[in-house]
Protein backbone atom coordinates (compact mmCIF):
# COMPACT_ATOMS: atom_id res chain seq x y z
CA UNK A 1 0.00 0.00 0.00
CA UNK A 2 1.00 3.36 -0.83
CA UNK A 3 2.57 5.76 1.86
CA UNK A 4 0.86 9.17 1.39
CA UNK A 5 1.82 10.71 4.93
CA UNK A 6 5.25 10.17 6.35
CA UNK A 7 5.68 9.12 10.12
CA UNK A 8 7.37 12.24 11.17
CA UNK A 9 4.81 14.54 9.33
CA UNK A 10 2.41 13.11 10.73
CA UNK A 11 3.48 13.23 14.46
CA UNK A 12 4.41 16.78 13.70
CA UNK A 13 1.09 17.55 11.69
CA UNK A 14 -0.79 16.63 15.19
CA UNK A 15 1.55 18.08 17.60
CA UNK A 16 1.20 21.29 16.24
CA UNK A 17 -2.84 21.12 15.26
CA UNK A 18 -2.24 20.73 19.56
CA UNK A 19 -0.43 23.15 19.87
CA UNK A 20 -1.68 25.67 17.60
CA UNK A 21 -5.26 25.04 19.37
CA UNK A 22 -3.63 25.54 22.91
CA UNK A 23 -2.06 29.05 21.73
CA UNK A 24 -5.27 30.34 19.92
CA UNK A 25 -7.45 29.97 23.09
CA UNK A 26 -4.67 31.01 25.48
CA UNK A 27 -4.03 33.84 23.24
CA UNK A 28 -7.72 34.91 23.09
CA UNK A 29 -7.54 34.81 27.01
CA UNK A 30 -4.34 36.94 27.07
CA UNK A 31 -6.23 39.44 24.34
CA UNK A 32 -9.28 39.93 26.45
CA UNK A 33 -7.08 41.24 29.30
CA UNK A 34 -5.98 44.27 27.37
CA UNK A 35 -8.20 44.24 23.89
CA UNK A 36 -6.47 46.11 20.70
CA UNK A 37 -10.14 46.13 19.22
CA UNK A 38 -13.63 46.78 20.54
CA UNK A 39 -14.37 42.99 20.97
CA UNK A 40 -13.93 40.58 23.16
CA UNK A 41 -13.44 36.91 22.43
CA UNK A 42 -16.03 34.59 24.43
CA UNK A 43 -14.84 33.38 27.72
CA UNK A 44 -16.03 29.82 27.00
CA UNK A 45 -13.53 29.84 23.92
CA UNK A 46 -10.76 30.51 25.78
CA UNK A 47 -8.17 28.76 27.94
CA UNK A 48 -6.14 29.72 31.43
CA UNK A 49 -9.06 30.83 33.49
CA UNK A 50 -7.16 34.30 34.61
CA UNK A 51 -4.14 36.16 32.83
CA UNK A 52 -1.62 34.22 34.58
CA UNK A 53 -3.02 30.86 33.96
CA UNK A 54 -3.16 32.00 29.67
CA UNK A 55 0.10 33.41 29.78
CA UNK A 56 1.45 29.79 31.66
CA UNK A 57 -0.22 27.64 28.46
CA UNK A 58 0.93 29.89 25.90
CA UNK A 59 4.46 30.22 26.74
CA UNK A 60 4.02 25.97 27.53
CA UNK A 61 2.43 25.69 24.02
CA UNK A 62 4.63 27.71 22.32
CA UNK A 63 8.01 25.48 23.44
CA UNK A 64 6.41 22.96 21.57
CA UNK A 65 5.33 24.75 18.66
CA UNK A 66 8.74 25.76 18.26
CA UNK A 67 10.36 22.40 18.68
CA UNK A 68 7.90 20.62 16.35
CA UNK A 69 8.12 22.96 14.03
CA UNK A 70 11.51 23.29 13.63
CA UNK A 71 11.39 19.50 13.37
CA UNK A 72 9.05 19.33 10.48
CA UNK A 73 11.06 22.41 8.69
CA UNK A 74 13.94 20.39 9.17
CA UNK A 75 13.20 17.01 7.66
CA UNK A 76 10.75 18.81 5.18
CA UNK A 77 14.38 20.35 3.79
CA UNK A 78 16.46 17.90 4.11
CA UNK A 79 14.62 15.21 2.99
CA UNK A 80 12.48 17.11 -0.18
CA UNK A 81 9.32 16.47 1.32
CA UNK A 82 8.89 20.12 1.19
CA UNK A 83 9.56 21.02 -2.23
CA UNK A 84 7.87 17.94 -3.44
CA UNK A 85 4.64 18.75 -1.83
CA UNK A 86 4.11 22.12 -1.76
CA UNK A 87 5.72 23.03 -5.51
CA UNK A 88 5.15 23.96 -8.23
CA UNK A 89 3.10 26.53 -7.54
CA UNK A 90 1.57 29.48 -9.55
CA UNK A 91 -0.86 32.33 -8.98
CA UNK A 92 -2.55 30.59 -12.12
CA UNK A 93 -3.07 27.07 -10.50
CA UNK A 94 -4.14 28.52 -7.22
CA UNK A 95 -7.09 30.81 -9.11
CA UNK A 96 -8.29 27.99 -10.62
CA UNK A 97 -8.26 25.29 -8.08
CA UNK A 98 -10.11 27.85 -5.70
CA UNK A 99 -12.33 28.55 -8.36
CA UNK A 100 -12.67 24.87 -9.16
CA UNK A 101 -13.27 24.78 -5.47
CA UNK A 102 -16.00 26.92 -5.18
CA UNK A 103 -17.98 25.03 -7.79
CA UNK A 104 -17.39 21.64 -6.08
CA UNK A 105 -15.50 20.56 -9.30
CA UNK A 106 -11.94 20.44 -6.99
CA UNK A 107 -10.89 16.25 -7.48
CA UNK A 108 -8.64 14.99 -5.15
CA UNK A 109 -8.21 11.75 -5.95
CA UNK A 110 -4.34 11.12 -5.65
CA UNK A 111 -4.04 12.04 -1.50
CA UNK A 112 -0.12 11.97 -2.04
CA UNK A 113 -0.67 15.42 -4.28
CA UNK A 114 -1.66 18.91 -3.24
CA UNK A 115 -3.58 21.02 -5.53
CA UNK A 116 -2.48 24.56 -5.31
CA UNK A 117 -5.08 25.89 -3.30
CA UNK A 118 -3.65 22.92 -0.65
CA UNK A 119 -0.09 24.18 -1.52
CA UNK A 120 -0.86 27.55 -1.26
CA UNK A 121 -2.63 27.32 2.20
CA UNK A 122 0.02 25.23 3.63
CA UNK A 123 2.53 27.32 2.73
CA UNK A 124 0.45 30.41 3.96
CA UNK A 125 -0.22 28.64 8.03
CA UNK A 126 3.73 27.68 7.42
CA UNK A 127 4.59 31.34 6.99
CA UNK A 128 1.52 32.86 9.48
CA UNK A 129 3.57 30.22 12.01
CA UNK A 130 6.63 31.70 11.45
CA UNK A 131 5.08 35.27 11.29
CA UNK A 132 3.33 34.63 14.95
CA UNK A 133 6.99 33.47 16.85
CA UNK A 134 8.55 36.27 15.80
CA UNK A 135 6.48 38.67 16.73
CA UNK A 136 5.37 37.08 19.86
CA UNK A 137 9.46 37.55 20.65
CA UNK A 138 8.88 40.88 20.03
CA UNK A 139 6.00 41.31 22.67
CA UNK A 140 7.84 39.02 25.04
CA UNK A 141 11.17 40.87 24.93
CA UNK A 142 10.29 44.26 23.03
CA UNK A 143 13.71 45.57 25.43
CA UNK A 144 16.29 42.64 25.36
CA UNK A 145 14.83 42.17 21.14
CA UNK A 146 14.94 45.30 20.02
CA UNK A 147 16.28 44.82 16.66
CA UNK A 148 13.30 42.97 15.76
CA UNK A 149 10.44 44.60 17.63
CA UNK A 150 11.63 47.65 15.32
CA UNK A 151 11.31 46.01 12.25
CA UNK A 152 7.66 45.50 13.24
CA UNK A 153 6.97 48.71 14.09
CA UNK A 154 7.88 48.40 17.87
CA UNK A 155 5.74 46.95 20.60
CA UNK A 156 2.24 48.04 18.84
CA UNK A 157 3.32 46.79 15.78
CA UNK A 158 4.45 43.62 16.66
CA UNK A 159 0.92 43.44 18.43
CA UNK A 160 -0.99 43.86 15.50
CA UNK A 161 0.99 41.30 13.55
CA UNK A 162 0.55 39.03 15.75
CA UNK A 163 -3.38 39.92 15.91
CA UNK A 164 -3.72 39.93 12.10
CA UNK A 165 -1.05 36.53 11.98
CA UNK A 166 -3.52 34.72 14.34
CA UNK A 167 -6.85 36.22 12.27
CA UNK A 168 -5.13 34.54 9.01
CA UNK A 169 -4.36 31.60 10.46
CA UNK A 170 -7.71 30.43 12.08
CA UNK A 171 -9.09 31.72 9.31
CA UNK A 172 -7.66 28.78 6.46
CA UNK A 173 -7.27 25.92 9.83
CA UNK A 174 -10.81 26.65 9.82
CA UNK A 175 -10.89 26.24 6.18
CA UNK A 176 -8.57 23.58 5.61
CA UNK A 177 -11.02 21.68 8.65
CA UNK A 178 -13.53 22.06 6.55
CA UNK A 179 -12.11 20.83 3.70
CA UNK A 180 -10.83 17.61 5.90
CA UNK A 181 -14.79 17.01 6.32
CA UNK A 182 -15.48 17.37 3.14
CA UNK A 183 -13.03 14.70 1.85
CA UNK A 184 -12.85 12.72 5.15
CA UNK A 185 -10.18 9.98 4.06
CA UNK A 186 -7.92 12.77 4.30
CA UNK A 187 -8.17 12.54 7.72
CA UNK A 188 -7.80 8.74 8.37
CA UNK A 189 -4.76 8.55 5.90
CA UNK A 190 -3.32 11.46 7.94
CA UNK A 191 -3.03 9.46 10.92
CA UNK A 192 -2.32 5.98 9.35
CA UNK A 193 -0.02 7.47 6.44
CA UNK A 194 -2.09 4.87 3.87
CA UNK A 195 -5.05 5.21 2.00
CA UNK A 196 -8.35 3.62 3.48
CA UNK A 197 -8.64 0.62 1.52
CA UNK A 198 -11.55 1.26 -1.13
CA UNK A 199 -11.02 -2.37 -3.04
CA UNK A 200 -10.16 -5.88 -1.18
CA UNK A 201 -9.15 -7.01 -4.79
CA UNK A 202 -7.19 -3.72 -5.48
C1 LIG B 1 -8.09 19.41 13.96
C2 LIG B 1 -7.44 20.13 13.09
C3 LIG B 1 -6.81 19.60 11.84
C4 LIG B 1 -7.16 18.56 11.02
C5 LIG B 1 -8.36 17.62 11.19
C6 LIG B 1 -6.18 18.49 9.96
C7 LIG B 1 -6.14 17.55 8.95
C8 LIG B 1 -5.21 17.46 7.93
C9 LIG B 1 -5.20 16.48 6.88
C10 LIG B 1 -6.21 15.36 6.75
C11 LIG B 1 -4.14 16.72 6.08
C12 LIG B 1 -3.76 15.97 4.80
C13 LIG B 1 -4.51 16.63 3.66
C14 LIG B 1 -4.55 15.77 2.41
O1 LIG B 1 -4.01 14.67 2.39
O2 LIG B 1 -5.14 16.22 1.43
C15 LIG B 1 -3.45 17.88 6.61
C16 LIG B 1 -2.28 18.43 6.10
C17 LIG B 1 -1.66 19.56 6.59
N1 LIG B 1 -2.13 20.33 7.64
FE1 LIG B 1 -3.70 19.91 8.88
N2 LIG B 1 -5.28 19.49 10.13
C18 LIG B 1 -5.62 20.20 11.26
C19 LIG B 1 -4.97 21.28 11.81
C20 LIG B 1 -3.89 21.90 11.21
C21 LIG B 1 -3.24 23.06 11.75
C22 LIG B 1 -3.63 23.78 13.05
C23 LIG B 1 -2.23 23.36 10.89
C24 LIG B 1 -1.23 24.48 10.94
C25 LIG B 1 -1.37 25.57 11.62
C26 LIG B 1 -2.24 22.39 9.82
C27 LIG B 1 -1.36 22.38 8.77
C28 LIG B 1 -1.26 21.39 7.81
C29 LIG B 1 -0.19 21.29 6.85
C30 LIG B 1 1.00 22.27 6.71
C31 LIG B 1 -0.43 20.13 6.09
C32 LIG B 1 0.46 19.58 4.98
C33 LIG B 1 1.50 18.68 5.67
C34 LIG B 1 2.59 18.17 4.73
O3 LIG B 1 2.31 17.37 3.84
O4 LIG B 1 3.76 18.55 4.94
N3 LIG B 1 -3.26 21.51 10.05
N4 LIG B 1 -4.12 18.31 7.73
Not at 61 to 68: I, K, Q, R, T
Amino acid sequence: MKNVHPLLVRITHWVNALAILVMVLSGWKIYNASPLFDFMFPDALTLGGWLAGALQWHFAAMWVLVLNGLIYLAYGLWSGHLWRRMFPISPAAIARDIFDALRGRLAHDDLSVYNAAQKAAYLAVIALAIGLVLSGLAIWKPVQLYALASLMGDYEGARLLHFFCMTGLVFIVLVHVAMVVLVPKTFLTMITGKLPKENPYG
